[in-house]
């Protein structure tokens, strides 16, 4: 098995799945696919490297998806205040979430989140132990990406390499794909 990724420290977040689903089996298959993903680095940033623009934190979560404009807009709704100044004050903010949740893929591209003062906020957001704990209970409650493979593991059968195959497939070639493995 892989090495366990960091969790936060104070009142773990707890494995969600399917009544009768051992959460071990779950928390197996969420390791296997961190440990390709950030290595388990709630801070882990990717720098357009792959025309992706930036990707953050445990998953990976891309900005030219929108997958970043997702979990930006929901640390928004939990924690208004710190991520205003962690990401250099409201305008900033307001300025990177108009970018990063447009439906348009130029648009969310417009912002190079790559470079500074950007690339300094987001290391900063990723070893905040709030927005630590809120990387782990978007994962486990909203993540679009852990809900499919939930899905697909229940057509196929749970263990801990059926989830992790489906998890890391949705989470690299996104839900859609999940799904056609089966």
Do not use: C
């Amino acid at each position: 098995a892989p090495e366990p990724a960091p969790t936060p420290a104070a009142d773990p977040i707890p494995v969600m799945g399917p009544a009768g689903v051992d959460p071990e089996m779950i928390w197996g298959g969420i390791q296997w696919v961190l440990k390709s993903e950030s290595q388990g680095n709630p801070s882990a940033l990717q720098l357009n490297h792959d025309g992706a623009g930036l990707s953050f934190g445990l998953i990976q979560w891309p900005q030219s998806t929108g997958d970043l404009g997702i979990i930006l807009a929901y640390f928004a709704e939990q924690a208004p205040i710190e991520l205003a100044q962690i990401m250099g004050g409201p305008a900033a903010l307001q300025q990177l979430l108009a970018v990063v949740t447009s439906p348009v893929r130029a648009t969310r591209m417009s912002l190079s989140l790559w470079t500074e003062p950007w690339l300094s906020r987001f290391r900063a957001l990723g070893s905040s132990d709030r927005f630590i704990r809120l990387q782990w209970q978007f994962l486990m409650s909203e993540d679009v990406h852990y809900q499919a493979a939930v899905a697909v593991t229940n057509e196929l059968g749970w263990t801990e390499r059926s989830f992790a195959l489906a998890f890391d497939r949705a989470v690299q070639q996104g839900t859609g794909a999940a799904r056609r493995a089966l």
